[in-house]
């Protein structure tokens, strides 16, 4: 692609707007994903039902979203991004207003199994936007603006939770009603300002990586799958992204359990638990440019380094009481950056690998692994957690993930 120094800055313009856009919309995005956390106690309450059942209610809705990612993914190379993510963010809507609503416990698995479907609408349409609007040098900065938004999203849902059960004392139904009514505003004003790729507006497409294997100007969903599934590295990376999102969901869903209690009564323990969120959220930043800058677009290094971090951090954690104010507060930030950060480094990895008409099909594909290694960890969790007696052993399960995760991403090269 090139231009005159007008039309550069008036695409660099457009850049900015079509990021900036999809980070406002999924900003709001875990408001309907990453409530469930926080409702887990009064769900088990009300239906008196364990917390592994808990667990299989929240692998439902994450392997709904896993098989919906390996569908979307696809569809949104075909079709798009912009009508995709906003049709998520209204099924999304639909589903966590039917559970709160349940009435009985085989209620709540289906209707947020559901709602897992209508997420998986979201980030892997968001990817492939992002792939057609950012270049290979640039896509570390682009990704980690959009993780960036992710974790900023786990941030205010994390707010407003603490928000309606202390302050409002709402009960758990409400955790399903009010939060996802940003989401609606976020889909509205996403679909308004965002274009699928820069021809939708007169540029020309970017032009690919030279290293990136050649895509067929017009290549079938089935050719698609079988370049992506195929490609070694590629698989390695999805395998590496399982262990590390089982890490993440293991922290996100269970700390609130471990440190809030069944009532938000020490302002220590809710500040402790709300610096996860905050970790992450600003760890996308570090590593997107990290892996551009320090390492030159290589995506494996810095993972390999962060997760291992995380791993050593998180058993820290496992052996600082609870009540450790400032300890917790420093281990548990340090334990969300380094979680959470490198998922800036493996999204790129699928324009990287597999070329930027494949990147839809790609982001689904590695969104799959993440959340059907994710789902298998709800469970076993929470049968950890009841045959153990001891919440704090979410904390050696997800650093033996961490380490996994390190070890095989490793085997990953450009």
């Known amino acids: 692609m090139t231009f005159n120094k007008s039309a550069k800055q008036k695409f660099r313009n457009y850049q900015w707007k079509m990021l900036f856009a999809v980070m406002f919309c999924y900003l709001f995005y875990y408001t309907g994903r990453q409530n469930f956390g926080w409702a887990i106690q009064g769900i088990s309450t009300e239906f008196n039902v364990s917390k592994q059942y808990l667990g299989w209610a929240g692998a439902a809705m994450l392997w709904a979203y896993g098989i919906g990612q390996f569908i979307n993914g696809n569809l949104a190379d075909k079709f798009g991004a912009r009508r995709m993510i906003v049709l998520g963010g209204v099924l999304s809507v639909l589903m966590n207003w039917a559970t709160s609503y349940a009435t009985a416990y085989w209620m709540v698995v289906v209707f947020w199994a559901l709602n897992g479907f209508g997420q998986s609408l979201g980030w892997a349409p968001g990817g492939r936007l992002l792939a057609n609007w950012w270049g290979p040098l640039e896509r570390g900065k682009a990704f980690g603006f959009y993780v960036f938004a992710a974790g900023c ?34 889909c509205t004003v996403f679909y308004f300002m ?12 970017l032009q690919e990586d030279a290293n990136v294997m050649a ?12 370049m992506v599934l195929l490609n070694k590295k590629f698989i390695l990376a999805c395998i590496s992204i399982g262990f590390q999102n089982m890490a993440r969901y293991g922290l996100l869903v269970w700390v609130p359990l471990y440190y ?11 500040w402790i638990a709300l610096a996860l969120p905050v970790g992450m959220a600003l760890g996308t930043i570090f590593f997107g440019q990290l892996s551009d800058r320090v390492f030159n677009s290589n995506r494996s290094k810095p993972i390999a380094l962060s997760m291992g971090l995380a ?3 998180i058993l820290l954690v496992f052996l600082v009481p609870k009540d450790s104010l400032l300890g917790g507060l420093v281990l548990m930030f340090a334990a969300g950056f380094l979680v959470y950060g490198p998922q800036s480094c493996y999204w790129p990895l699928s324009p990287d690998l597999l070329g930027v008409k494949r990147s839809g099909t790609g982001v689904g594909v590695m969104n799959t692994f993440a959340y059907a290694f994710a789902g298998a960890g709800e469970p076993f969790i929470g049968y950890m957690v009841d045959i153990t007696g001891e919440q704090n052993i979410v904390f050696a399960a997800t650093a033996v993930m961490c380490f996994l995760s390190a070890l095989v991403i490793l085997f990953v090269r450009r």
């Open 311 to 313: 791993g050593v951090i």
């Open 260 to 270: 809030l209690g069944t009532k938000l009564t020490e302002s220590s323990n809710l």
């Open 194 to 205: 965002v274009r699928d790729k820069p021809e939708d507006v007169g540029f020309q497409s």
């Open 153 to 186: 999203s786990s941030i205010l849902i994390y707010l407003l939770s603490i928000i309606m059960l202390d302050v409002y004392d709402l009960d758990w139904r409400w955790l399903f009603r009010l939060p996802v009514l940003l989401l609606l505003l976020g």
């Open 215 to 226: 895509v067929k100007e017009e290549e079938t969903s089935l050719e698609r799958y079988k």
